[in-house]
């Protein structure tokens, strides 16, 4: 009976001195407030203590000032919230900055801003969203290594607005083994998920070639409905088909581009919303440049681009749901 008398004494300091430790104050850059950016921001600052700090900057000054409102008067709580003047103003005093930005210039760009010889010399963690080419990410990540101003790793992600929104991101992870308990819990913060896919550079090189298959899938799933039903199939029908067979692809099974054969689908509701076609073009881009500084054969993927490059061009199409390559394609609605 002493024996547990003493082990619960012992215990009971043990728990008095944690809780008595102060948790690390953390303090978060975070740069660009698009439609992914603006919805992350939103649910990574609700999720930290209060006692940490995010500070945001974006171009889009009034994106920046509505979004800190909304932050400011949720009851949800979170970190304390302010707004940067710059990239670097955003930057100064992180211990983690978080970028999120539309293309591999506008990455570039920042990141010089934010390395100027302005910045106070700290140990941060660089976490970039974007979706760009791998190659371009391991330049940026090259200058952050060079001025000993930390570690830069990609972390582009899947699910879109809706996953944004909801929180429920896939992060593709590019970062050294020892970064990943560090940047996991964090990433969490505003998804679901997080693979870790190897080196720096490796996040991208995963999402690129996944989105390279989800673009030849969508058009071939437009190209077998549209065959499928002209050949007198009812949608439904040839859908389950598909959906049991060895045709089974997300686009057939969870983003059909058939009205009414998908419930809450963009096909829905005229292809709008979802993952637009200029994205899917942009990253279609992407992928094939990087197969082309690796050497790798993609027999299809010219073709693709053309496809959607002239559907993103299509006023029928233009700023809707990549599934509309099936109305483009002369699919019967």
């Not at 100064?92 to 999120?100: G, L, R, Y």
């Amino acid at each position: 009976m002493r024996a547990h008398s003493v082990l619960r004494s012992v215990l009971g300091a043990q728990r008095r001195a944690f809780s008595a430790t102060p948790r690390r104050l953390e303090s978060y850059g975070f740069i660009g407030l698009g439609q992914m950016g603006y919805q992350m921001a939103k649910n990574l600052q609700s999720k930290l203590a209060p006692s940490d700090s995010i500070k945001l900057f974006d171009i889009n000054h009034d994106a920046v000032a509505r979004l800190a409102e909304e932050m400011r008067t949720s009851q949800v709580g979170g970190a304390a919230v302010e707004i940067a003047q710059s990239a670097i103003d955003s930057a100064k005093e992180a211990d983690i900055v978080i970028t999120v930005l539309p293309e591999p210039q506008h990455v570039k760009s920042v990141y010089r801003e934010i390395l100027s010889p302005d910045l106070p010399s700290k140990d941060r963690v660089y976490i970039d969203c974007s979706t760009i080419d791998p190659s371009s990410s391991r330049e940026v990540a090259e200058w952050v290594a060079d001025a000993r101003q930390g570690q830069f790793v990609d972390a582009p992600m899947s699910g879109g607005v809706v996953g944004a929104t909801a929180g429920t991101l896939t992060f593709m992870l590019g970062a050294p083994n020892a970064l990943v308990p560090k940047l996991e819990p964090l990433l969490l913060r505003m998804g679901k998920r997080v693979l870790h896919c190897g080196a720096q550079g490796n996040g991208l090189s995963a999402k690129l070639a996944n989105n390279y298959l989800l673009a030849i899938n969508n058009i071939a799933t437009a190209e077998a409905m549209n065959l499928g039903i002209r050949l007198g199939l009812d949608p439904k029908t040839l859908a389950n088909v598909i959906n049991v067979s060895t045709g089974r692809c997300w686009p057939s099974e969870v983003n059909n581009p058939v009205k009414g054969v998908v419930d809450g689908a963009p096909a829905s509701r005229d292809f709008s919303g979802g993952f637009g076609i200029s994205l899917m073009n942009k990253d279609l881009t992407l992928a094939l440049s990087a197969a082309n500084e690796a050497g790798a054969v993609l027999e299809l993927g010219e073709r693709a681009r053309q496809v959607y490059r002239e559907a993103a061009k299509d006023e029928s199409c233009k700023d809707r749901d990549f599934s509309v390559i099936y109305r483009f394609l002369g699919g019967k609605e």
